[in-house]
């Protein structure tokens, strides 16, 4: 039995439950209001980070690196062929970095950016009365960072099928979980991908994608095509 | 023959630097001024950051998830009981989760600012004769942190040998990368380290340390304790 503690607009949670579907594991979710800061969570991991992943009665995997390659060593080698960290070394390596691109720096470019002040921010406001209002400074740069992020993912796929290379793999499903956190806030500019928008497509369609295009925010909807597999 | 692009004051650099010191693998040192994001650089790594390593004719792994991970599969069985990584995976995910720590939290909360307002800031104003006054109050803030970083080494080994447990492993290499480049800049406040520091020099005095003790940047002396042994 796996549980994970996430929140559905982390996207490190949401490429945990990715590699999870790609799996066949289904984890108990718990939710963690991870700005929040409770002293029971910073108990389980004191970073504060999302996700958090327990098997059976084991300890805490904790973050995004720990859990991904926890994931792989203990399940990955059971879908043989279709395992998403492929035991080449170079290959690994690739598939590495793009995955930190998207986890990290996509992260700190844009998503960390309106998830704060579109979603965290309204939610603090809830609890205690506060202001809501986004900066909106900063939703510009976001919305400015995401059009590179696009290019660049657009860039990779001139060459390659999936992001690391033929197969998919851990890069496809972070780069898919970051842009589907953007997507459900409505700031992905679509009609200006090119080959991403196909990719993202392919994604969207896969089984494993079906419970993150039904999650639903209190208070939240995402836009119309959000969940739609042929927007 | 393994080539580490690096930078004497980046963490994750050292931090490789020292797990290559272990697996007794010498590298050649390029050394690449990060901040100033040239092409070529980025040609090798989009994502700009340090280290970026070749093995022979092998393409660049780039980034210290990537590397880390990496030099394991590759290098680390060879040190058999001594694997810095080993083979439990409840025990990989608390070195990865502390590992991540000193790499990314510790980087964000103290070694970010001091690097970037000490030496960058200069290295800046040299080449365009701009200002280079560190701004107290990220220093400040730089100053209380540690601190916490401090205590939590302390809290962790009052139950472990080594961070992650009886043994050297990654986690120790990365928080004495960082300890080591904030202490470079005389902003370790060792005397009210506790436990911390006497495994501080238990590191220190590792034959895989010493080529980080004879660092030297141009002209920005390390104190005199940064190198001594037994300070």
Same sequence: chains 1, 2.
Wanted: hydrophobic share 40%.
């Amino acid at each position: 039995m796996i549980t994970l503690v996430h929140y559905p607009l982390s996207v490190a949670s949401r490429f945990t439950r990715l590699i999870l579907g790609e799996c066949e594991i289904v984890p108990e979710l718990v939710e963690e209001k991870f700005w929040e800061r409770r002293e029971e969570f910073l108990m389980l991991n004191p970073a504060g980070t999302l996700p958090v992943l327990f098997e059976n009665e084991g300890a805490p995997i904790c973050g995004a690196w720990a859990v991904s390659e926890y994931l792989d060593e203990t399940h990955g080698f059971a879908l043989a062929e279709r395992r998403l960290l492929p035991p080449n070394a170079e290959q690994r390596g690739e598939i590495r970095r793009l995955t930190e691109w998207f986890l990290v720096k996509f992260e700190e470019d844009v998503t960390g950016y309106i998830v704060e002040e579109k979603v965290v921010k309204r939610q603090r406001a809830r609890s205690n009365n506060g202001s809501s209002a986004p900066d909106s400074r900063l939703l510009r740069a976001a919305r400015l960072n995401i059009r590179t992020h696009l290019a660049y993912i657009d860039h990779i796929l001139e060459q390659r099928n999936w992001l690391a290379g033929d197969r998919i793999s851990y890069a496809d499903l972070a780069a898919a979980a970051a842009l589907s956190v953007a997507d459900y806030l409505n700031e992905v500019p679509w009609e200006e991908a090119g080959e991403a928008k196909v990719w993202y497509m392919r994604l969207k369609s896969r089984p494993t994608f079906r419970p993150l295009l039904a999650d639903q925010l209190f208070g939240m909807r995402p836009p119309e095509h959000y969940a739609d597999l042929d927007f």
